[in-house]
């Protein structure tokens, strides 16, 4: 979809809050924080351009989907975001939208767990759908006619069938980041799986008063706590692969890792009203601190891969989540309204001014620490600029409903039906293999064997070589027969050739969609072991190791030798929250910050090519 170029300036001249230059090329937003006016206003115009990359409401599009190279996920957290919007700006102009969103996906057993998303579908997926639909019953969003799921009822679903896969066979519990056994990403616990989960049960305890769900997320804390993904710091770290039982522990912080757990202690906090809850809320928030950097140190960031130009298209979204949750926090935990509110009015005037972007110039950027337009456009920029302005106005807005205190909507806390405890899909691709199937699984096994070693050629190819891919194809004899088997045990070479190459250029915007590159290939995180295990330092980017020729998955286009995607010297230790004292155990770095190649790339479903 083109959008038509229009200049912003008309209808917000009427409004005195907004700044309107004399050249609409360098009109920007100018939000006033306190003034709910300027808010709703800014953020009706970013909801307007998250949804210019929306069809689900289009003819021909599917409802609750966004367009590759997005992630199934990202609808669900976008859906969520929408639900906001409405809450805070009571324009209910896309609720129709999100109805028919959050139902479309729900699935056969209404859980979300729809059968066009098996070959993809995490945890922390479903999580996100699950954490969107619980939102719809906590602000009264209108309920689903009657013979249709409920939003409560839906949240029960994913809570439902996520307990059932809680896993005590490996690193003594907690949720697998992938739901279905051969999923590239099954051998890794991660922080958002769990976090999602922990939210989700706290805040089911909440609008219940049912103590089971409470048990489920102080089970889920005393895990994270166990394994050391949330550390003596208050760090919360991106997780760990079941085979050294979780000892592995990928370092780096993402804001919505910290962001979810956030949000579920804030719950624990209210439904508990337990000191012990304030606490680990309030040293949580305190570590939040890390995501804020600027001249002020007060301008949210996600330090791990932004300041180093590496922020992959998942990534781009996830400042939306903290924002979310650092506003909600403020109604289930009020003393902590005075302790965020000031970074999040600073991060949302900083977000809003380099939204100058894309042919309409108010396209936002990922960057809210420059000041300028970063060329960086997407439906997570979008999200997350609009969150973090929509959470300046939290004060304004009434508390989330309960089943006691205002709640309608419907719950079934039996449901999830035949997905309770699946691990194996369901659908017309999934059947279980008969005699009569057997011809066609040689077929099949021939297509996808050739397949992989074609994905192995194109994924040895180093992109910034000088050589031709014939003469690097010949080079690859240098390869170790392990070094091949390793990646195609693993899978990547199969993941390879669904791979996604270089930087993406915006059809709509104009603008080159930086960092999304071959978000497919497990294959950095996984069969790399040997590059990954080095430490990493904060300002540092990995690269290979003389031992392995090939690019790292994500490395932006031209790495390492186009010195302007070198890691950006803004970005010093000295905005990262100090440690006292040095790790002992020596399994991590000091820092705790950095880029992102170890962690596992999700599978990728199908060839879609824009
Ligand atoms: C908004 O209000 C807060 C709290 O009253 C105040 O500290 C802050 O300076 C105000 N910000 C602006 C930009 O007016
Ligand atoms: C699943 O995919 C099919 C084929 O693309 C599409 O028609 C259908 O609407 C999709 N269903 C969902 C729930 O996305
Ligand atoms: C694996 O990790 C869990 C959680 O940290 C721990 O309780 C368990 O003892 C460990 N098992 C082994 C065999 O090391
Ligand atoms: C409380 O939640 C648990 C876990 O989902 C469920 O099994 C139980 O039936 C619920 N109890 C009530 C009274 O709803
Ligand atoms: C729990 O949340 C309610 C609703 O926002 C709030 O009024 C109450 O003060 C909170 N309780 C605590 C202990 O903070
Ligand atoms: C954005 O792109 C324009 C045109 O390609 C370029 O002139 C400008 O320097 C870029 N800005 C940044 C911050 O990269």
């Given at each position: 979809m083109v959008r038509v170029p229009r200049w912003p300036g008309w209808r917000q001249a009427?409004?005195?809050s907004l700044l309107v230059t004399a050249s609409p090329l360098v009109a920007a937003y100018n939000l006033d924080p306190n003034s709910t006016e300027s808010v709703t206003t800014i953020a009706k115009q970013m909801a307007e351009d998250m949804l210019s990359w929306y069809n689900g409401d289009k003819p021909g599009g599917t409802p609750g989907l966004l367009p590759?190279?997005?992630?199934w996920w990202e609808a669900g957290a976008m859906m969520g975001a929408l639900i906001d919007y409405w809450y805070y700006t009571?324009?209910?102009?896309y609720n129709n939208l999100i109805t028919k969103g959050l139902l479309f996906q729900v699935g056969d057993t209404n859980d979300y767990m729809p059968r066009n998303q098996t070959l993809t579908e995490g945890n922390d997926d479903q999580g996100f759908w699950g954490l969107s639909v619980m939102s719809a019953a906590e602000y009264n969003f209108p309920n689903p006619p009657a013979d249709k799921p409920q939003w409560l009822g839906l949240a029960q679903a994913v809570f439902n069938t996520q307990a059932a896969r809680w896993d005590t066979k490996h690193c003594n519990g907690g949720l697998r980041w992938q739901i279905f056994s051969w999923n590239n990403g099954y051998d890794y616990k991660n922080s958002i799986s769990q976090a999602c989960f922990f939210a989700l049960g706290a805040r089911l305890a909440l609008y219940t008063g049912n103590q089971s769900y409470a048990d489920w997320a102080v089970k889920t804390w005393d895990w994270m706590v166990g394994v050391d993904f949330i550390d003596k710091y208050w760090r919360v770290l991106d997780g760990a692969h079941t085979g050294p039982n979780c000892t592995d522990i990928t370092p780096y912080q993402f804001t919505y890792n910290a962001g979810g757990f956030i949000l579920g202690a804030a719950a624990m906090y209210n439904y508990t009203e337990d000191p012990v809850w304030k606490d680990r809320l309030d040293n949580l928030v305190e570590g939040t601190k890390v995501f804020f950097t600027g001249p002020n140190n007060d301008i949210m960031t996600e330090v791990a891969c932004e300041p180093v130009d590496r922020c992959n298209l998942d990534q781009q979204s996830f400042k939306a989540y903290l924002s979310r949750w650092l506003a909600a926090i403020t109604k289930w935990a009020p003393h902590t309204y005075e302790v965020v509110m000031p970074y999040l009015r600073a991060s949302a005037v900083a977000a809003a001014k380099?939204?100058?972007?894309?042919k309409n110039g108010r396209l936002c950027g990922l960057k809210w620490t420059t000041d300028e337009f970063d060329n960086n456009t997407g439906v997570g920029q979008q999200m997350a600029a609009m969150e973090v302005t929509l959470s300046?106005?939290?004060?304004?807005r009434g508390p989330p409903v309960t089943n006691d205190k205002g709640g309608t909507s419907k719950g079934n806390p039996g449901s999830g039906g035949s997905d309770v405890g699946r691990n194996n899909p369901k659908g017309p691709s999934f059947k279980a293999i008969t005699a009569g199937d057997t011809a066609g699984a040689a077929i099949l096994t021939v297509v996808v064997l050739l397949g992989m070693m074609a994905g192995m050629v194109w994924i040895f190819l180093d992109e910034t070589s000088d050589k031709t891919p014939m003469q690097q194809v010949r080079s690859f004899h240098n390869l170790t027969a392990a070094q091949i088997a390793a990646v195609a045990a693993g899978g990547g070479g199969a993941a390879a050739f669904w791979k996604r190459r270089g930087e993406d250029y915006d059809e709509k915007t104009g603008a080159t969609v930086g960092s999304i590159s071959e978000r497919s290939s497990r294959s950095s995180a996984e069969n790399n072991m040997m590059i990954e295990t080095a430490p990493v330092r904060i300002g540092e980017v990995r690269n290979q190791g003389a031992s392995n020729p090939r690019r790292l998955s994500n490395m932006p286009l031209g790495w390492p030798r186009n010195p302007s995607v070198r890691a950006s010297s803004t970005f010093e230790s000295g905005h990262v929250r100090p440690i006292s004292g040095t790790d002992l155990d020596g399994t991590r770095p000091s820092s705790g910050t950095g880029s992102s190649d170890l962690i596992p790339k999700r599978p990728r479903a199908t060839v879609r090519r824009r």
């Open positions: 009427a409004t005195a590759d190279p997005y992630y009571k324009d209910d102009s380099q939204c100058t972007g894309g300046c106005i939290i004060k304004d």
